[in-house]
């Protein structure tokens, strides 16, 4: 009887130890193999990205994958306004600029609390951007027009610029802007102002915060308890994968949920994998042909022949050739996704008959000109032979000269050539990163002018829009310099580079801003 009662107790022991050991390794029910081919949970994002971050503190940080990290742990005074470059609300509730445009007062929204719990005051945005001034890193510059911040009361906090700079609050939305606990400086080491200890933690109000990185592995974002903001996804993981075969088959076993490092030749071969979506949209780096109008051949002077040589390129057909399909032709030199882009102005299309009357017109005959670039970017060789096949159907000879990058920086600048293949993409949200830089004749060379154009009536246009606050008056002035300029064609407008995203299709509510490249809306974000 005892013998019979022990091998019962045997067998059940058996049974609940297995029982223990299927249930150890069964994934929980939110981490299960659905329909649709994920694996991670519902309430788990899982990034792939391709290489690592650096220093987390917002006062060093200037590279965009470092700052997808930083964007959700910390909060700014304002924000972009979903897809928009307009501005929103953040940390602020309201502001308002004096009428020389040098004071900017913002009120801020009660009840924000860092990741310890305490409040986000006026005494915190002041001491924030008093350390990036005085760490005097990159994101310093940007604020260089800073020379006092004021606080009126607990939620009033005042910056005075030394000049007016409409600009300023579209500065503010990016992560130049980011809010620092100003108990950071409690980890002072050696009057560093906590630049060590942020290297590698966060100490924001935003609605995630670092929980654990695995240098070269992986890097966990978690719930921020203490943030107004509770998102849906409990934790964010980014998995640093640098192949991107790894990354792609990853996705398509619905190990990872977003893929951020396949390159556009192997894109379609996710077109037909069922549960993935490719998100395209158009970015705000262009590339683009300067035309040399000073230096460069007396031919180049002539508006004319300017505008012979814009009308001389098959854009469709450079678009798929280079990029394979994945830019957008350029309308106007705003591009779209910034405020102050315009469809109703002037588009040059391929149009060979049209060039050659033009070449005729200006008595431009037997044409020769030489196209420089350099080998910083990949794709520019085809990109100039492209271009030197169109130009050739319209009687123009064009000479390649491929040189180093350093090289092609110092040419440029001094105007040692006809045509230069260039590319462009604006530090912040306004029309001022491209039409001022591109087109005051204060800006000849590298500083942004870089074909050297000159137009007196565009310059009183441009700098009447820098010295106004008022959105829509900027616009409409912007609006008469893009009439001018398009019409004098100081350069080829090619295409907007898409941006390119493969993502499960169960993942939603991301919305690609332009101004915040790979950096993702999480608190928006479910699936």
Request: aromatic content about 10%; proline content about 5%.
């Amino acid at each position: 009887m005892r013998k019979n009662w022990f091998n019962f107790l045997m067998i059940a022991l058996v049974f609940l130890l297995a029982a223990c050991q299927e249930n150890a390794n069964a994934p929980a029910k939110e981490d299960a193999t659905t329909n649709e081919g994920t694996q991670s949970g519902s309430d788990q994002l899982v990034v792939a990205i391709p290489a690592d971050v650096t220093s987390l503190d917002p006062a060093i940080t200037m590279d965009n994958t470092t700052w997808k990290v930083v964007y959700n742990v910390y909060q700014r005074l304002v924000d972009y306004d979903g897809a928009t470059t307009n501005i929103k609300p953040g940390l602020a509730k309201e502001w308002e600029v004096s009428e020389d445009g040098k004071t900017w007062t913002f009120y801020l929204e009660e009840g924000h609390k860092f990741s310890d719990g305490t409040p986000v005051d006026a005494e915190a945005v002041k001491a924030s951007f008093e350390r990036t001034l005085k760490i005097n890193q990159g994101p310093a510059s940007v604020f260089s027009m800073v020379s006092e911040i004021v606080v009126e009361d607990p939620l009033t906090v005042k910056f005075i610029l030394s000049e007016p700079f409409p600009p300023f609050l579209s500065t503010l939305a990016a992560n130049y802007g980011n809010i620092v606990n100003p108990k950071v400086m409690e980890q002072d080491q050696n009057g560093d102002l906590g630049q060590n200890y942020l290297a590698s933690a966060t100490m924001g109000s935003g609605p995630y915060k670092l929980t654990e990185w695995k240098k070269g592995e992986s890097i966990t974002l978690e719930v921020n308890e203490h943030s107004k903001i509770q998102p849906h996804f409990k934790k964010v993981l980014f998995r640093i994968i640098n192949d991107p075969s790894v990354q792609r088959m990853q996705l398509e076993k619905g190990e990872i949920d977003i893929a951020e490092g396949i390159p556009v030749d192997q894109i379609h071969t996710l077109e037909n994998v069922e549960h993935v979506t490719i998100l395209q949209e158009p970015s705000l780096l262009v590339d683009y042909v300067y035309i040399n109008t000073k230096n460069g051949n007396p031919a180049l002077q002539d508006k004319r022949v300017r505008q012979a040589l814009n009308y001389a390129i098959d854009y469709e057909s450079l678009i798929s050739g280079v990029q394979l399909g994945f830019a957008t032709q350029m309308h106007g030199p705003i591009p779209e996704g910034l405020w102050g882009h315009d469809k109703s102005v002037k588009q040059y299309n391929h149009d060979v008959e049209k060039a050659k009357q033009l070449l005729q017109e200006a008595g431009a005959e037997n044409l020769e000109l030489t196209l420089l670039y350099s080998d910083n970017k990949s794709w520019w060789e085809s990109e100039a032979i492209t271009i030197q096949a169109n130009l050739a159907e319209i009687g123009v000879k064009v000479n390649l000269n491929k040189v180093a990058y350093a090289t092609s920086r110092e040419m440029m600048d001094k105007g040692e050539f006809d045509l230069m293949l260039g590319v462009w993409s604006p530090d912040f949200g306004d029309p001022y990163m491209f039409m001022n830089y591109w087109f005051d004749s204060e800006n000849h060379g590298l500083a942004g002018n870089r074909a050297f154009y000159t137009n007196p009536q565009v310059d009183k246009l441009l700098r009447e829009a820098v010295a106004k606050n008022n959105q829509e008056v900027r616009h409409n002035l912007y609006k008469q310099v893009q009439d001018i300029v398009l019409e004098d064609a100081p350069y080829i407008l090619l295409y907007q580079k898409d941006f390119i995203l493969p993502m499960n299709k169960r993942v939603k509510g991301f919305v690609y801003n332009p101004m915040l490249e790979g950096q993702y809306n999480l608190h928006e974000m479910s699936k």
